[in-house]
């Protein structure tokens, strides 16, 4: 019998539109432009996804996890099914404006089935929330950071 963990949340304030992270989470364009390498995603109910980053991480690893879409509802809800570490969970993202400002971020992961799987998510959550921070209200990437140039993209 498997056991289901808690389920991983975290938010985050961007101050950008919600249309914009929106989009940015629900294209493979969006997603190339902040933290994947060549991410295909059919963003449309059944759509399938495939994340994959090149060169990452200290070892220079090339990953890549496939999953399906779940519910998209325009531009607040974008869920999704993928395996990190061979374990299927769901990744629901909620959207909601805020001050006419920017936008509430809220992931929530479920159905990990071990610890390790359900820390590294967590962690890689809060990283991947604070990469996505960092590329709409400045325009950085790790990416650019890397390559040793930190001035704002445009």
Same mark, same amino acid.
């Given at each position: =019998?498997l056991?289901?963990? &808690?389920?991983?949340?975290h938010?985050?304030?961007?101050? %950008? &539109? ?5 989009e ?6 969006? #997603? ?20 994959? #980053? ?10 890549? !996890?496939? $999953? =399906?879409?779940?519910e998209?509802?325009? &531009?607040? /809800?974008?869920?999704?099914?993928w395996?990190?570490? $061979? ?9 909601? %404006? ?11 992961e479920?159905?990990h ?6 820390? !590294?998510?967590?962690?890689? #959550?809060?990283?991947? /929330?604070?990469?996505? *921070? =960092?590329? /709409? ?5 790790? *990416? ?7 001035? &704002?993209?445009?």
């Amino acid at each position: =019998m498997l056991t289901v963990l &808690p389920s991983i949340t975290h938010s985050v304030y961007i101050h %950008a &539109p919600v249309q914009r992270v929106f989009e940015t989470l629900t294209t493979a364009q969006g #997603w190339n432009a902040w933290f994947t390498q060549n991410t295909t995603l059919q963003s449309h109910k059944g759509g399938s996804i495939v994340f994959r #980053w090149e060169n990452w991480g200290v070892a220079g690893e090339t990953l890549q !996890d496939s $999953g =399906m879409v779940q519910e998209i509802q325009p &531009p607040n /809800l974008f869920a999704f099914t993928w395996h990190p570490c $061979g374990t299927e969970t769901t990744v629901v993202f909620t959207l909601a %404006a805020h001050e006419n400002t920017g936008t509430i971020l809220r992931v929530t992961e479920t159905g990990h089935t071990h610890i390790q799987t359900l820390t !590294d998510c967590a962690c890689g #959550w809060g990283e991947a /929330l604070t990469l996505l *921070k =960092m590329y /709409l209200e400045y325009g950085v990437t790790y *990416k650019t950071v890397s390559s040793g140039n930190i001035a &704002p993209q445009q």
